[in-house]
């Protein structure tokens, strides 16, 4: 059975950092481009980064040079450091991956809550 557990989520500072992670289970992960998203209330998930399987990575512009996602393949997990944290970061953050095999089923996300 395929499941995604994100983690690391939790109320930090404007300005503070926090990094989360993302394990696989039942599933070939080497294989997999890997994402991280998130979703505030009353708004859609929205894209933030992925990291291919040959390592390429991709950001979203309101993301990017903030966060950075990374790829541990014999961990079965992908991270996403986030640094310089805003109050419109605040969200549920979600990982997923696709490959030719298709995407698995969404996690339950780890809170991340941005706020003085």
């Known amino acids: 059975q395929v499941q995604l557990v994100e983690s690391g989520g939790g109320l930090v500072q404007p300005g503070g950092s926090l990094r989360l992670s993302c394990a696989a289970s039942?599933?070939?992960?080497?294989?997999?481009?890997w994402g991280w998203y998130r979703q505030a209330p009353g708004k859609q998930r929205e894209f933030l980064a992925l990291?291919?399987?040959?390592?390429?990575?991709n950001y979203a512009d309101s993301v990017k040079g903030r966060f950075t996602i990374s790829r541990d393949n014999a961990k079965s997990t992908v991270y996403l450091q986030m640094n310089s944290l805003k109050p419109e970061d605040t969200a549920v953050y979600y990982c997923?991956?696709?490959?030719?095999?298709?995407?698995?089923?969404w996690g339950q996300g780890t809170q991340v809550t941005v706020s003085s």
């Open positions: 997923n991956g696709k490959s030719t095999y298709g995407s698995p089923s």
């Open positions: 039942g599933i070939i992960f080497s294989i997999y481009t």
């Open positions: 990291i291919s399987n040959g390592g390429i990575t």
